[in-house]
C-alpha cells in the first residue's frame, strides 16, 4: 500500500513569490491535514480538510490556503512568501476526519523562501 | 487557546539509560497521540491513549495517560541507538472545532554508544 506523497520534495523561492504544494493521500484516506514543522515552533497545525471541505483551520495568515479534490488529493497554496515561511511542510492523512485517528504523514515538502 | 507543553525539549542518554518525556495540557484531552520523527525522517504514529489513567506498552517503551486527561508520558527503557529522534505528544481536545491536533514542541532524544 502506498504511502502519503508530497510533491515537490524540495523548493527554493523568493520572497514575494507563491508556490503551490502537492499531496496525494493513501488510498481510501479521506482526510488530509497540513502542518508546518520549523525548528523553533515544531508542528503547527495549518489546515484540514475531508471530503473536499475545509473542516479545521489553524491560526495562519490568510496567505495560506489549500483545497481538496474529489479524489482526495489536496494542494496547499502560500502567496506573497516572507523568510519567515521557510519550514518543511507535512502532509498528513487519515480515513476518517483527523480528530478520530492516527495521522499518516508524507516525507513533507522543504521549502526555502530567500 | 489550547496548548501542549512538552518536556524536555533535549535529551541525551548513554545507551541503556532510561528515558521520560512529558506532555502536559493546559485543557482536558479526549485522547492524546504519540509520533517519532527519526532525524531528516516524518513524523510516526506510535500509539494513541483514550481513557483516563491508560499505560499501555510497547516493547520497551511505555505511555501512561494521567487520570485528569491532562497529562501523559513516554518512558523508554534501556535506550538503544535506534531511539534515537524527536517524539512528540499530540493532544487533541472536547468540543471546539471538533479537536484540533496539538502537537508539542517535541523531546529530541540522543543515544550515546
Known amino acids: 500500500k502506498a504511502g502519503v506523497t508530497q510533491t515537490p520534495r524540495y523548493l527554493i523561492k523568493t520572497r514575494g513569490q507563491q508556490v503551490t504544494l502537492s499531496c496525494s493521500p493513501i488510498?481510501?484516506?479521506?482526510?488530509v491535514s497540513w502542518y508546518q514543522q520549523t525548528p523553533g515552533q515544531g508542528l503547527q497545525f495549518l489546515f484540514e480538510y475531508f471530503s473536499e471541505t475545509q473542516r479545521n483551520k489553524g491560526n495562519f495568515p490568510g496567505r495560506f490556503s489549500g483545497r481538496q479534490f474529489s479524489n482526495s488529493r489536496s494542494e496547499m497554496n502560500v502567496s506573497t512568501l516572507e523568510l519567515g515561511d521557510s519550514a518543511l511542510y507535512l502532509c498528513?492523512?487519515?480515513?476518517?476526519?483527523?480528530?478520530?485517528?492516527?495521522?499518516?504523514f508524507g516525507e513533507g515538502s522543504r521549502l526555502t523562501v530567500l | 487557546g489550547q496548548q501542549v507543553m512538552q518536556i524536555p525539549q533535549y535529551q541525551h542518554v548513554q545507551e541503556g539509560e532510561d528515558f521520560t518525556t512529558y506532555c502536559n495540557s493546559s485543557?482536558?484531552?479526549?485522547?492524546i497521540q504519540w509520533y517519532k520523527q527519526r532525524p531528516g525522517g516524518h513524523p510516526v504514529f506510535l500509539i494513541q491513549?483514550?481513557?483516563?489513567?491508560e499505560v499501555k506498552k510497547q516493547k520497551r517503551l511505555t505511555f501512561q495517560f494521567g487520570e485528569a486527561k491532562k497529562n501523559s508520558s513516554l518512558h523508554i527503557t534501556a535506550t538503544q541507538t535506534t531511539d534515537v529522534g524527536t517524539y512528540f505528544c499530540?493532544?487533541?481536545?472536547?468540543?471546539?472545532?471538533?479537536?484540533?491536533?496539538?502537537f508539542g514542541k517535541g523531546t529530541k532524544l540522543s543515544v550515546k554508544p
Open positions: 488510498s481510501g484516506h479521506r482526510s
Open positions: 499530540a493532544g487533541r481536545s472536547y468540543g471546539g472545532s471538533q479537536g484540533n491536533l496539538i
Open positions: 485543557t482536558t484531552l479526549s485522547n
Open positions: 498528513a492523512s487519515s480515513k476518517r476526519q483527523a480528530n478520530t485517528g492516527e495521522l499518516f
Open positions: 491513549l483514550v481513557k483516563s489513567g
